[in-house]
């Protein structure tokens, strides 16, 4: 079974929620070096630094391919033998996470 990740959802969605507050953070950290005045916008904006780091290892194509391959592998084994259950659930509406699951990864039971 070939998993297919759409990274360009991920990557849009990363883009639009995330990224778009570069620049003011970049002004923010400015302030603080002239300044020298630590303030809690100081803080949130240290650790937006420090997330804008990792997400940014996490985007590099060896990191995805990593990730890719585990959940491929995880999935496709819990996906191969599904109980009922597990079935049923993905099948009942009130059961989003499952259904976003499957799809996320173009699985079918």
């Known amino acids: 079974m070939q998993i297919e990740v759409d990274h360009f959802s991920i990557e849009k969605e990363l883009n639009d929620y995330f990224e778009k507050n570069f620049s003011k953070n970049t002004q923010i950290i400015r302030q603080f070096v002239n300044n020298k005045e630590f303030t809690e916008d100081v803080n949130s904006t240290l650790t937006y630094f420090a997330k804008y780091g990792i997400i940014g290892d996490m ?10 391959n585990a ?4 999935f496709t084994d ?13 099948l ?6 499952l259904i976003v699951l499957l799809n996320f990864y173009k699985l079918k039971l």
């Open 59 to 68: 985007r590099t194509p060896r990191f995805k391919k990593e990730t890719d």
């Open 71 to 74: 959940l491929e592998e995880v």
């Open 78 to 90: 819990f996906f191969s033998h599904p109980t009922p259950e597990l079935k049923t659930q993905t």
């Open 92 to 97: 009942d509406a009130t059961k989003p996470t």
